[in-house]
């Protein structure tokens, strides 16, 4: 509502409910400035009004990966918020694509938009360029969103980046959203410039891309206080301005009744029983360190199994297999993707124990969910894993043996020290990472309120 729409009979009536209203006055010459009232009315509208938050960076909604999780997480608690409206970019196609027809309660516009937790979610397809896959998702987004805004007259978006990919994109873009009144947000994840997948020269890209991207943004959203360390230290001739607001992770139960046809039916296909096997969920690629977490497995004495919920890299899977030979030992057991996030959850309950890899990035949601939910957590030893779990965990190295003997130490623990492991790490993610917690943050922030 804009002051110059408000009329001579908008003001009157304002006048009679505030039990002002003199008809012979018609100079409004009552001692109360009315234009004053009505401007200030204008602004508690203009307040009430939706704040647009454009979100590009994740591939897909509900995978494993960080951003997706957190993506998928702020839209649902968010979904009945009537504050803030959600725009989220998703990859059509490729590696990591968007497939809807997953989730539950989609509502479909088309075959590239549709509304998930009342979130507006639109599909970017690429083109096959190799690497330069993910640049061209994220400037088609950034361009889609900006289009978006004008022609919708959009009231001070926000711009919320996912990565580090778009350094050279980052001033252009950051000039046309501000042109258009609104924010750039910037999450840079971890140090993606050090993740084993890449040659030297796209490393040098990443970490030249991040210094452009935290140079051209208006706040940099750290998960991890590590990484906002980092990037003050690194970055402090731009002056950046961050915050720390972590990924977090569910403290209830899972729904699923343990006597359930859908959790007894995936136990007996995988030949599986509830307590007796280890877990890692994640992504498949190297620096999340399956090489060493397989290896070290097969030399253990254990008499569990080893259970790996991951994403498909069939090139990555032959390249353990020729290394480590995996298939000959069936403790080891690849047993896919599972989409059902009550099922995973009551999986990741039922574990005896979970390993944690990662090592290179922030705070880690699978890291988190873990915590939450299982009682004995195997970490390796770096700073972004006892960041979050500090004295709640059991670590390791990559050193050959470590983890061999760590896993047979665990093994042996009886169930009270297991059950005070479980005790703290639910007391650490209550007190520092629960959703509620961190999207309540998420939420203040959007709406410039103090976090």
Request: aromatic content about 12%; hydrophobic content about 35%; overall charge positive.
């Amino acid at each position: 509502m804009q002051v110059w729409q408000l009329q001579q009979r908008d003001i009157k009536s304002f006048k009679r409910e505030a039990g002002t209203d003199n008809s012979a006055a018609e100079d409004y010459g009552d001692g109360i400035d009315w234009r004053n009232t009505i401007m200030q009315i204008n602004k508690q509208a203009q307040r009430k009004e939706r704040q647009h938050v454009y979100i590009i960076g994740a591939k897909s909604l509900g995978a494993y990966g960080g951003y997706e999780t957190f993506v998928d997480k702020l839209a649902e608690y968010h979904q009945n918020n009537k504050k803030i409206k959600y725009h989220i970019a998703c990859k059509a196609n490729g590696d990591g694509c968007m497939d809807e027809t997953k989730l539950k309660e989609v509502k479909k516009i088309n075959a590239n938009e549709f509304i998930y937790h009342n979130a507006y979610c639109f599909k970017i397809h690429v083109p096959k360029i190799g690497a330069a896959q993910a640049i061209y998702y994220d400037v088609k987004a950034l361009s889609k969103c900006c289009k978006h805004i004008k022609k919708n007259h959009i009231k001070n978006p926000v711009v919320y980046i996912l990565a580090c990919r778009i350094g050279w994109f980052a001033p252009y873009f950051q000039r046309r959203v501000h042109k258009l009144h609104g924010k750039v947000y910037l999450n840079p994840d971890g140090h993606e410039w050090m993740r084993a997948k890449w040659n030297k020269l796209i490393q040098w890209y990443w970490k030249k891309s991040e210094k452009l991207m935290v140079e051209h943004c208006d706040l940099v959203i750290c998960d991890s206080k590590n990484i906002e360390k980092y990037i003050i230290e690194n970055y402090k001739k731009y002056n950046p301005k961050t915050i720390f607001i972590p990924y977090g992770a569910e403290l209830k139960k899972g729904k699923i009744s343990n006597n359930t046809p859908e959790l007894d039916n995936w136990y007996k296909k995988n030949k599986l029983s509830k307590k007796n096997y280890y877990l890692a969920v994640g992504r498949f690629v190297p620096e999340n360190n399956y090489e060493v977490m397989i290896r070290e497995f097969m030399k253990s004495d254990s008499q569990r199994d080893f259970v790996i919920i991951t994403t498909a890299n069939n090139k990555f899977l032959e390249k353990l297999e020729q290394k480590l030979h995996f298939k000959s030992d069936k403790r080891v057991k690849f047993v896919g993707t599972i989409y059902a996030q009550e099922l995973l959850k009551e999986i990741r309950e039922n574990a005896y124990g979970y390993f944690h890899g990662h090592e290179v990035g922030g705070t880690n949601p699978s890291l988190l969910e873990s915590l939450g939910s299982t009682e004995l957590n195997l970490l390796l030893d770096v700073g972004f894993n006892k960041e979050v779990a500090e004295d709640a965990a059991l670590y390791w190295s990559k050193k050959e043996g470590d983890l061999c003997e760590l896993i047979e130490k665990a093994d042996k623990m009886n169930k009270t020290e297991i059950m005070e492991l479980g005790r703290k790490a639910k007391e650490r993610i209550k007190k520092e990472y629960s959703w509620e917690k961190i999207v309540g943050k998420y939420e203040r922030l959007f709406l410039n309120e103090e976090v």
